[in-house]
């Protein structure tokens, strides 16, 4: 695990709850868990444009106790990055507990993924077959607020929908009942992919809750999301490939301004982004901006030294 955070010396807004952003009235617009994407330098980018709360990647919480590379490979954040969340994939609840106070000196939270809809995820008791399990879920928040002390130290789940929402209500509400400090609702059911997203779900779903609820799926701008708010009556909205597409999305831009690419460049070259990370955040960003024949060529590109130049050369950054 790298951190420029030492516990002695935490970045003061980790000492802020972030329940009191979304008990402030207005739209907290959250950075989703994305594996390989929202790591330290691409939570960096999108708080430069409005984003109030960042996840990182899922973690299993099984590896990240067992391994120290794990932790290394992982977990990687500095000062400036927070408010942050962990989110953790977990069937343990001792494992998710001792996973919780590694990263506890580091973050505001962490998050139970209870929502992955992959086939690996599920095969080893992880992402959305917990939403079957709510006593599952409910002892793994219990030993997690048992082990971690830390005031404002906060617990979440991120879940999908059942068919028959009532049984998604009643998981919420124990959920809540045991300790949860919010809730992030993906409006799709485990087997739905790319059907319509029930925003009237999510929002029924609110209307059960006395915790904050997040809505999730299919922002892919500032509109939509303050749309989505509007309409489900949640306390925030969580983005994932709308904010990969367009990282200025919060701030208000329709597709990805220049300065947000150099803003990119800068932040990855400083931080040491792996080449294919570096290019692959690069790709979502121009799609919008480029022409099939120009992105047959960027994609193309092998090198940072090679986009770099490309980047010169054709828009001037």
């Not at 935490?10 to 709850?17: A, L, N, S, V």
């Not at 929402?165 to 992030?184: H, N, P």
């Not at 799926?217 to 500032?222: H, N, P």
């Not at 792996?274 to 692959?280: D, E, K, L, N, R």
Request: charge should be neutral.
């Amino acid at each position: 695990m790298k951190s420029d955070c030492m516990q002695t010396t935490i970045c003061q807004e980790r000492k802020k709850d972030p329940i009191e952003m979304f008990h402030s009235g207005q739209l907290v617009k959250v950075c989703a868990p994305m594996v390989r994407y929202s790591k330290l330098a691409f939570r960096t980018l999108v708080r430069k444009y409005s984003c109030d709360l960042c996840y990182t990647p899922m973690i299993v919480a099984a590896d990240f106790v067992k391994s120290i590379k794990a932790r290394d490979s992982e977990f990687t954040t500095n000062q400036g990055d927070c408010p942050l969340i962990v989110q953790f994939a977990a069937n343990d609840a001792r494992l998710l507990s001792d996973a919780a106070r590694i990263v506890c000196p580091y973050a505001n939270g962490i998050d139970i993924n209870c929502g992955c809809p992959q086939r690996w995820a599920m095969a080893e008791g992880y992402g959305a077959c917990l939403i079957n399990k709510p006593e599952l879920v409910q002892d793994m928040v219990k030993q997690v607020r048992n082990q971690v002390e830390t005031p404002g130290f906060s617990v979440s789940i991120k879940i999908r929908i059942h068919d028959d929402l009532k049984r998604t209500v009643d998981l919420c509400q124990k959920a809540e009942a045991t300790g949860v400090s919010w809730i992030t609702v993906h409006g799709r059911t485990a087997e739905e992919r790319h059907q319509p997203v029930h925003y009237d779900s999510i929002k029924i779903i609110k209307e059960n809750m006395s915790i904050p609820v997040i809505a999730n799926g299919d922002i892919r701008s500032l509109k939509e999301a303050e749309n989505v708010w509007r309409i489900t009556g949640t306390d925030g909205v969580m983005v994932a490939r709308g904010l990969l597409a367009n990282p200025a999305m919060f701030a208000g831009y329709e597709e990805t301004p220049l300065k947000c690419i150099w803003d990119w460049v800068d932040i990855a070259l400083e931080l040491g982004t792996p080449y294919m990370c570096f290019h692959q955040h690069l790709m979502y960003m121009m799609e919008k901006i480029t022409s099939r024949q120009e992105k047959r060529v960027f994609n193309a590109l092998s090198s940072t030294s090679a986009i770099i130049d490309y980047l010169t050369d054709h828009y001037g950054i």
